[in-house]
């Protein structure tokens, strides 16, 4: 049985698209996005500032993070719930502190380090998002992503006031969106959308194995309440899908590409961008 999961956080609609509404961010239609992945994943640790900051040394479009809150309350980025993937400690986020957090070094990927010698702590730190942001600058576009919030009550309203705080919010210099959030949960969605509607939003979408992605019309009436885009499986895009999407003034972003071919195919279909744990996936290509 498929499984619908909202993501908030696909930005950037086609300018050509009709019936487009006010709050709703536009991208020149022949852009093809390249969002880096927790940063640039594959070739340092995910969601840290090396990471991120490798992945706008590679030019990605956008870096892409994931939020939770700390005991205290304090917003930090990390892709789990719980820290015992990637650093040398165990237990939920929401029980840390985020002195104690500040104590563990995000250097490890699926158990094993990978990072090169000589990298600073705070380089491979558990970082807050203030602290993204304060780094990164408004050089760097994001995309935000809400992860169970059903254990973070207000997240949403304390991630919009951050951005406000950074001048996030509106477009950049080239008409693209300084910060998109998405999201697995619709209600975020929906309560982002709330709280200012000039985030662009993007709604996940996740299929069974196997399965090609549709929306029936009540779904698709949903999702354009409050959403500017979809994110969906690589796996799962068809010609016929992307087509109806953009028919309907919303954008397709596909994840997790890794493969310069699928990526490739994936343009050719017309897919807006894609989230990739490699922002150097075409090299030369991007720029074609």
């Given amino acids: 049985m498929r499984k619908i999961m909202l993501m908030i956080g696909s930005l950037f609609i086609l300018s050509s698209c009709v019936n487009m509404k006010e709050w709703r961010s536009s991208l020149p239609e022949d ?24 992945a706008e040394d590679l030019n990605a479009d ?10 205290d309350d304090e917003i930090v980025v990390m892709h789990d719930d719980d820290v015992s993937r990637t650093t040398e400690a165990a237990g939920k986020i929401k029980d840390f ?15 094993e380090k990978i990072v090169a010698s000589g990298a600073d702590h705070e380089d491979i730190a558990i970082p807050t998002l203030s602290e993204v942001f304060e780094q990164m600058g ?22 919009v006031d951050l951005m406000k705080s950074y001048d996030l919010i509106g477009t950049d210099q080239n008409g693209f969106p300084k910060a998109v959030i998405h999201s697995f949960d619709k209600e975020a969605l929906k309560k982002v959308h709330k709280l200012e509607e000039k985030i662009p939003l993007l709604q996940l979408l996740s299929f069974d194995e196997g399965e090609e992605a549709e929306l029936s019309r009540k ?11 979809v994110g969906v499986s690589y796996k799962a895009v068809t010609p016929v899908f ?9 954008a397709v972003y596909a994840y997790t590409v890794n493969d310069a071919e699928d990526a490739l195919k994936l343009k050719s279909m ?9 922002p150097d996936i075409l090299g030369n290509e991007k720029e074609s």
């Fill in 242 to 250: 992307v087509n109806t999407m953009h028919d309907k003034g919303l």
């Fill in 31 to 54: 852009d093809f996005l390249i969002i880096g992945h927790r940063g640039a994943s594959a070739y340092v640790p995910e969601n840290t500032l090396s990471s991120f900051e490798l």
């Fill in 270 to 278: 017309g897919v807006n961008g894609i989230h990739t744990n490699e």
């Fill in 138 to 159: 408004t050089e760097v576009r994001y995309v935000v992503e809400l992860k169970d919030t059903e254990q973070y009550p207000d997240i949403e309203r304390k991630v």
């Fill in 97 to 111: 502190t985020l002195d104690k957090l500040k104590e563990l070094s995000a250097n490890r990927k699926k158990g």
């Fill in 219 to 229: 779904e698709l009436k949903e999702v354009l309440q409050y959403a500017s885009g």
């Fill in 62 to 71: 956008y870096i892409e993070l994931d939020v939770h809150l700390t005991k």
